[in-house]
């Protein structure tokens, strides 16, 4: 036991199954589509999480998917699911925007957030079949909200940076641009990547929910394309990794000696892996005033959002009981 009183469980953790070696599950189990699921601190923090909310006979079991694999093994996989009388539901990291295109015609509904976002984070089981949702956009605004605290953007009147308008990026967008944040919002929003499909894609989602927040789009092809994007953000700007670069591929989306805006605030999406971009962040922490976050809060939010839906129980979303979770996942991850 530790100081916080962690639940002693140290089950350990199934074996990751691929698209090729799908088995049905024995116990009521939630499913991770991912890329490397097995080295995820959700292996470990899943079960003391169970055994905390209750849910004593419920287990993860991860699925490894390559980056761009086709489209016939998202489905694969989909279908595996809907048919796996014990899979209870299905948590999404890399391949939402896959999920909700190659599988589509899979789900019995979609909520309006996945509607919009194009993409399916989270899958849950219903008496007419699977449901798909969006919980990035929800994850996100929490996060963003203990990373940036309201009334902070309309203080400072700065931009916002998003690398990467991906899956995460275009759920961060959303995030950062919608209207009911009124004055809260980012002077402009910058987005980077090199695909010009994608950032049409984020551009879409941004003018329907924040049509008045000024939006940039560059379509990037090295890093000394961002290197130059940043240079030109004023003191104080928000800039966020959400390319999966650190993670899924390895690499940063920013040259290690690229400078960050004065007085920065330098977001990685990810918590795991080379995590580049943080290391070049805090090399200027001390002498531009840099202040340096990981994707922990965004990963505890992310993932209770999913055990929400999947098992319907309750989650705080902050305050004591949410500090309890998030530390007893920090003590087991």
């Given at each position: 036991m530790t100081a916080i009183d962690v639940p002693a469980v140290t089950p350990a953790p199934l074996p990751v199954l691929t698209a090729d070696t799908l088995v049905p599950a024995e116990q009521p189990t939630l499913y991770f589509l991912g890329v490397s699921t097995?080295?995820?601190?959700?292996?470990?923090?899943?079960?003391?999480?169970?055994?905390?909310?209750?849910?004593?006979d419920a287990v993860l079991r991860g699925i490894d998917l390559p980056v761009g694999a086709p489209a016939e093994h998202t489905r694969r996989i989909v279908e595996f699911l809907r048919q796996d009388a014990l899979g209870v539901g299905m948590q999404i990291t890399s391949h939402k925007i896959s999920v909700g295109t190659a599988a589509r015609d899979l789900f019995a509904q979609l909520r309006p957030l996945a509607t919009l976002m194009g993409e399916v984070s989270c899958v849950t089981k219903g008496p007419d079949g699977l449901?798909?949702?969006?919980?990035?956009?929800?994850?996100?605004?929490?996060?963003?909200?203990?990373?940036?605290?309201?009334?902070?953007?309309?203080?400072?009147?700065?931009?916002?940076v998003v690398l990467g308008a991906g899956g995460a990026g275009t759920a961060l967008t959303w995030c950062l641009v919608r209207q009911?944040?009124?004055?809260?919002?980012?002077?402009?929003?910058?987005?980077?990547?090199?695909?010009?499909?994608?950032?049409?894609?984020?551009?879409?989602?941004?003018?329907?929910?924040?049509?008045?927040?000024?939006?940039?789009?560059?379509?990037?092809?090295s890093t000394d394309d961002t290197d130059a994007v940043l240079a030109a953000q004023p003191a104080g700007s928000l800039v966020v990794n959400a390319t999966g670069l650190g993670k899924d591929l390895p690499g940063s989306p920013i040259g290690e000696d690229a400078l960050l805006p004065e007085g920065a605030t330098a977001w990685d999406l990810n918590y795991r892996g080379d995590l580049r971009f943080l290391d070049t962040a805090l090399r200027q922490a001390g002498e531009r005033s840099i202040r340096v976050e990981d994707g922990w809060t965004y990963f505890v939010h992310g993932w209770l959002q999913a055990v929400k839906e999947v098992f319907q129980v309750d989650v705080p979303t902050s305050g004591p009981a949410f500090d309890r979770l998030s530390d007893i996942a920090r003590s087991v991850r």
């Open positions: 097995g080295s995820s601190s959700i292996q470990r923090v899943f079960p003391a999480w169970a055994a905390e909310l209750g849910l004593d449901h798909g949702f969006a919980k990035d956009p929800v994850a996100g605004a929490l996060a963003l909200d203990a990373i940036v605290p309201p009334g902070a953007w309309a203080e400072r009147r700065a931009n916002a009911e944040r009124g004055e809260d919002r980012p002077a402009t929003l910058v987005v980077t990547d090199r695909s010009r499909e994608r950032l049409d894609h984020l551009a879409s989602i941004a003018r329907q929910v924040g049509p008045d927040v000024p939006l940039e789009l560059v379509q990037v092809g």
